[in-house]
T-cell receptor
Framework: DAKTTQPTSMDCAEGRAANLPCNHSTISGNEYVYWYRQIHSQGPQYIIHGLKNNETNEMASLIITEDRKSSTLILPHATLRDTAVYYC?????????????FGSGTRLQVQP | GAGVSQSPSNKVTEKGKDVELRCDPISGHTALYWYRQRLGQGLEFLIYFQGNSAPDKSGLPSDRFSAERTGESVSTLTIQRTQQEDSAVYLC?????????????FGDGTRLSIL
């Protein structure tokens, strides 16, 4: 799976959009970009994933650059409950490799 | 609830004892995964089930660890003769298995402490 690079930490004001970047410059054509988050003392929570096109669901939007070398997770109106570590994962489309590997992630602190 | 359920949520036991951790996946999810997360660390893959079979058990750290799944539903992770280094949060996840792009949905884990 391609390596990802994320900032170690970010702050965001409550009610504002949180934009979390992820660099995956070595991504290959059949690798998906996934985002998960982990709130303290809870299991990881799936947020969104995409291949080429931008995606939106009830939690967030995922913007993938045209060359697919980077992406941004957008939480449109951050709340205090969004304080968590956010993980960007690039996953190879190989039925044999099903385990998730999390890197260090970005610690997002939403400020009141 | 509709999510992945794990029990117990916390387990404290003495070194050398056996423990059993249970996972109830989301109904209909045929893929099930066990991971371990030590304090402040990332996820460590243990084993993957497709139905009741385990095509990938490459992450089990030793023969003290075993897992089974029955009825394409509940899974049990058993650790025999526990050691202090087994202390961690054990996480279970499940997913549809129709494609590798299907996201995994996690339970809140069992926090295992070995005295």
């Amino acid at each position: 799976d391609a390596k990802t690079t994320q900032p170690t930490s970010m702050d965001c004001a409550e009610g504002r959009a949180a934009n979390l970047p992820c660099n995956h410059s070595t991504i290959s054509g059949n690798e998906y970009v996934y985002w998960y988050r982990q709130i303290h003392s809870q299991g990881p929570q799936y947020i969104i994933h995409g291949l080429k096109n931008n995606e939106t669901n009830e939690m967030a939007s995922l913007i993938i650059t045209e060359d697919r070398k980077s992406s941004t997770l957008i939480l449109p109106h951050a709340t205090l409950r969004d304080t968590a570590v956010y993980y960007c994962i690039v996953r190879f489309m190989d039925t044999g490799r099903r385990a998730l590997t999390f890197g260090s992630g970005t610690r997002l602190q939403v400020q009141p | 609830g509709a999510g992945v359920s794990q029990s117990p949520s916390n387990k404290v036991t003495e070194k050398g004892k056996d423990v059993e951790l249970r996972c109830d996946p989301i109904s209909g999810h045929t893929a099930l995964y066990w991971y371990r997360q030590r304090l402040g660390q990332g996820l460590e893959f243990l084993i993957y089930f497709q139905g009741n079979s385990a095509p990938d058990k490459s992450g089990l750290p030793s023969d003290r660890f075993s897992a089974e799944r029955t009825g394409e539903s509940v899974s049990t992770l058993t650790i025999q003769r526990t050691q202090q280094e087994d202390s961690a949060v054990y996480l279970c996840a499940s997913s549809w298995a129709t494609g590798v792009e299907q996201p995994q949905h996690f339970g809140d884990g069992t926090r295992l402490s070995i005295l």
